[in-house]
């Protein structure tokens, strides 16, 4: 099958088992990508409300069993929130929830435990989420059609854990995968040449950042506030309570500043420094990351893995700090549009972001880890700031609010533009290199179902019997 034709069918499965995925997580539950196909559709079977069923178990994976209304829910999930449901067959939505379960069901006979205080922090995560978009409780669970609000609970528990279980095993079977630059150069010669990939017109950003200086008074200030809360907790209040009322890390404060990280997690090295050298039940003295001052404690240390919670405060920035900053910023542009230093020369002795100041300040797409950014699929707020700069010319001075690092001032140029373009191995090496690694993990997740389907026990009843399934569910 010629390459371009491989893609768009991959590309096209993604989307599909995403669609699938998001309705049998219901309610937004992260994780992590089906990239096989479940099944190949049949015309029989498909969702239909004219007759009454009666519900009964349709399939076994191992511990687990999959009722006939549970297809019948996830297309009302699917209808609630406002998608299509007749292109989506119940041989199909099947497939997927035997996955799903065979997945779960892997996962717990590798010794794979998701604690169940992980999964209510994250369940309570999704309700606050929910009963914001909605406006009540009451509201969220009409919505869901579901009885009473205990109901909706346990539900959503189930779901949450199963997810989290699914998602794991998908893991620990993709992150064993890894490609060679002999392997991505294979993969590439492999296409013809008439079915090479076409890249989209690109551009390469610099920036330099001045931020404002932060007082000595200030930092000592958050220092001992973190030092007060340490003493809090050692005297028996809530270290998680804490989190959630003092915290500055909006993606940890909901949960009570909980994370799960291991050598590999891309956190700064401050931070997992402290993490892996502390004991369980330990909490640190307060510690500086670009990000600000924390304080962590360990909850539980499992082989390579580390749970923990941590409070971050952000010290605060005066309104003469920043105005000095923006003057600092001012000053460095007319220098640079002068002639006195170049961009590359100024970001490198000048900016205040270490992250892109040994590269000239040119930025590196999170996405793709290259330098290059797609203009279709570049972060509008960056779009906004580029689009129209002509060569060499340079944005005026930016406020940048982040909420993770707080306040600064940037300018921003365009160092280089590409045009949409076939993909060549020399320049687009980390694009191809990601296309050859998804088909070496689509080949190792086959391989996976294939193993594991043929010693687990599984049995699918009745009419589902008929459905003509990519795996070999039926093993026959």
């Known amino acids: 099958m010629p390459l371009k034709i491989k893609i768009m069918k991959y590309t ?13 997580s219901v309610f937004f539950t992260h994780s992590q990508e089906i990239i096989k196909d479940s099944v190949k559709t049949k015309p029989t079977l498909v969702a239909s409300s004219k007759k ?14 999959i009722l006939d209304s549970d297809i019948d829910k996830t297309y009302l999930e699917m209808s609630s929130q406002g998608n299509s449901i007749k292109d989506i067959t119940r ?23 998701i604690r169940d205080e992980e999964v209510k922090e994250k369940m309570n995560e999704q309700l606050n989420y929910m009963v914001e978009q ?14 009473n609000e205990e109901e909706f609970r346990n539900e959503l528990f189930e779901i949450i854990k199963m997810n989290k279980l699914t998602g794991e095993m998908q893991k620990k079977i993709i992150d064993a995968v890894e490609i060679t630059p002999e392997e991505t150069r294979t993969f590439f010669k492999s296409i013809p040449a008439a079915d090479l990939p076409v890249f989209g017109a690109e551009m390469e950003v ?18 001992t506030r973190l030092r007060e809360i340490k003493g809090e907790v050692l005297s028996g209040a809530s270290f998680k309570t804490r989190a959630v009322i003092y915290s500055d890390d909006k993606g940890s404060a909901s949960s009570g500043g909980y994370y799960k990280i291991n050598r590999k997690t891309q956190f700064v090295k401050e931070f997992k420094d402290v993490a892996f050298s502390l004991q369980e039940g330990e909490i640190s003295e307060p510690f500086e990351t670009e990000y600000g001052y924390h304080i962590i404690m360990v909850e539980r240390i499992k082989g390579q893995e580390v749970e923990l919670r941590h409070i971050l405060m952000m010290p605060k920035v005066s309104d003469k700090a920043l105005k000095e900053a923006k003057e600092k910023i ?9 002639g006195e230093i170049t961009f590359s020369e100024a970001a490198r002795t000048l900016s205040d972001e270490k992250e892109t100041r040994a590269n000239g300040g040119v ?22 700031e580029v689009s129209n700069l002509k060569e060499n010319a340079i944005t005026s001075p930016i406020l940048d ?6 306040k600064k001032y940037k300018i921003i140029t365009v160092t280089n533009r590409i045009n949409e373009h076939t993909a060549d191995y020399a320049k687009d090496y980390i694009k191809i290199k990601d296309l050859a690694l998804k088909e070496k993990q689509i080949k190792a997740i086959a391989k996976w179902s294939d193993e594991k389907i043929k010693e687990t026990y599984i049995k699918i009843n009745g009419e589902y019997q008929d459905c003509l399934f990519t795996n070999n569910w039926l093993k026959k």
Do not use: W
Not at 52 to 65: E, L, S
Not at 330 to 338: A, F
Not at 363 to 384: G, R
């Open 12 to 24: 096209n499965s993604k989307i599909t088992l995403t669609i699938i995925a998001l309705i049998c």
């Open 52 to 65: 009454q069923k009666i519900d009964g178990v349709i399939a076994t994976v191992g511990d687990y069993i």
């Open 91 to 113: 041989c199909q939505m099947l497939g997927k929830l035997l996955e799903d379960k065979l997945y779960a069901h892997q996962a717990i006979q590798d010794s794979i435990v």
């Open 134 to 147: 909605l406006g009540s409780m009451e509201k969220v669970i009409s919505y869901f059609k579901k009885s």
């Open 206 to 223: 610099a920036q330099i950042v001045i931020a404002p200086v932060i007082s000595q008074e200030e930092k000592q200030r958050v220092i």
């Open 330 to 338: 001012i000053t460095i542009k007319k220098k640079i549009e002068s």
């Open 363 to 384: 930025l590196i797409n999170p996405k793709t880890q290259d330098t290059h950014f797609e203009l279709t699929k570049m972060d509008p707020s960056l779009y906004s």
């Open 401 to 406: 609010d982040d909420p993770r690092t707080g």
